[in-house]
Nanobody
Framework: QVQLVESGGGLVQAGGSLRLSCAAS??????MGWYRQAPGKQRELVAI??????NYADSVKGRFTISRDNAKNTVFLQMNSLKPEDTAVYYC???????????WGQGTQVTVSS
């Protein structure tokens, strides 16, 4: 059974940092990433890692860093210089390969106060 368990969300002031973690169990995924959904908005890609390569949304480039610990089947999202517009529920996403079924975590709330 596949499970993605996220942790690390919370409340932080603008300019602060948070680190999200997502531990996967049940499968080893080649693609892992983070999405976010703000109130009234569609879910959007934040960052993704696949085979050692990474991609970021333009809005977070230079501030967020995605990384993974393959031995622990865990993906991280280091978020620095947070802005109020980063406030959202952040979801971990994993796929065995491109185009395969996507698995989702339960989401973790990130709130950035101004």
């Amino acid at each position: 059974q596949v499970q993605l368990v996220e942790s690390g969300g919370g409340l932080v002031q603008a300019g602060g940092s948070l680190r999200l973690s997502c531990a996967a169990s049940g499968r080893t995924f080649s693609i892992m990433g983070w999405y976010r959904q703000a109130p009234g908005k569609q879910r959007e890609l934040v960052a993704i890692t696949r085979g050692g390569s990474t991609n970021y949304a333009d809005s977070v480039k230079g501030r967020f860093t995605i990384s993974r610990d393959n031995a622990k089947n865990t993906v991280f999202l280091q978020m620095n210089s947070l802005k109020p517009e980063d406030t959202a529920v952040y979801y971990c996403n994993a796929q065995l390969y491109l185009g395969a079924q996507a698995y989702w975590g339960q989401g973790t709330q990130v709130t950035v106060s101004s």
